[in-house]
């Protein structure tokens, strides 16, 4: 069984751009969770998506938004890049939202 | 806001030697998670504990929740250099649902 996949694995942008990232949840996991891994932060929690809707969000301001797709892929979007934004962002999916998290490999983000 | 304390922060040992690492908060949590994660990669689940006093074991990996579902601790045996990661726990509230708060981890570098 495949597993969480995310793409690009690397991104490169300069500081006011906008950067989208992607994710593709286990075959049958409705849930997409994004994580912020940012050197000395440990992993932050930014949103969660169920079943095409926001669910819940973290302390973040609204440049971090995203969706979800019918098939339950999901999409990250940073607007207005800060030098601040540099981290590897995780996406994590489950059967449901009592259950456990699995995580892709991430996207290592840099703003430079 | 939640926080998960988790120590030691660093831990060098030498092959073959025993280690624990603690998970402490003063919040109540639902079910809390060990994952691993190589440099790199996204974290890797090890195991789930969701009651009181749980004990898991995993090979030479124990886990435990405690009493009352505030900690928990990893305890690896005869640690290899296989074992070498980043070690995290993560606890899920009732209160805020799909959120995993994460503790800032343990990185453990075993010695040959």
């Known amino acids: 069984e495949a597993g969480v996949t995310q793409s690009p694995t690397h991104l490169i942008k300069t500081r006011g751009q906008q950067a989208t990232l992607r994710c593709s949840p286990i075959s049958g996991h409705t849930s997409v969770y994004w994580y912020q891994q940012a050197l000395g932060l440990g992993l932050q929690f930014l949103l969660w998506?169920?079943?095409?809707?926001?669910?819940n969000r973290g302390n973040f301001p609204p440049r971090f938004s995203g969706r979800q797709f019918p098939n339950y892929s999901s999409e990250l979007n940073v607007n207005a890049l800060e030098l601040e934004d540099s981290a590897l962002y995780l996406c994590?999916?489950?059967?449901?939202?009592?259950?456990?998290?699995?995580f892709g490999p991430g996207t290592r983000l840099t703003v430079t | 806001t939640q926080l998960l304390e988790q120590s030691p922060q660093f831990l060098s040992i030498q092959e073959g030697e025993n280690l624990t690492v603690y998970c402490n908060s003063s919040?109540?949590?639902?079910?809390l998670q060990w994952y691993r994660q190589e440099p790199g990669e996204g974290p890797v689940l090890l195991v789930t504990?969701?009651?009181?006093?749980e004990v898991k074991k995993l090979k030479r990996l124990t886990f435990q929740f405690g009493d009352a579902r505030k900690d928990s601790s990893l305890h690896i045996t005869a640690a290899q250099p296989g074992d070498t990661g980043l070690y995290l726990c993560a606890g899920e509230s009732g209160t805020s649902y799909g959120k995993l708060t994460f503790g800032q981890g343990t990185i453990l570098t075993v010695h040959p």
């Open positions: 504990v969701v009651t009181g006093g």
């Open positions: 919040s109540v949590f639902s079910s």
């Open positions: 998506y169920d079943e095409g809707e926001e669910r």
């Open positions: 994590a999916s489950s059967l449901s939202p009592i259950l456990e998290q699995y």
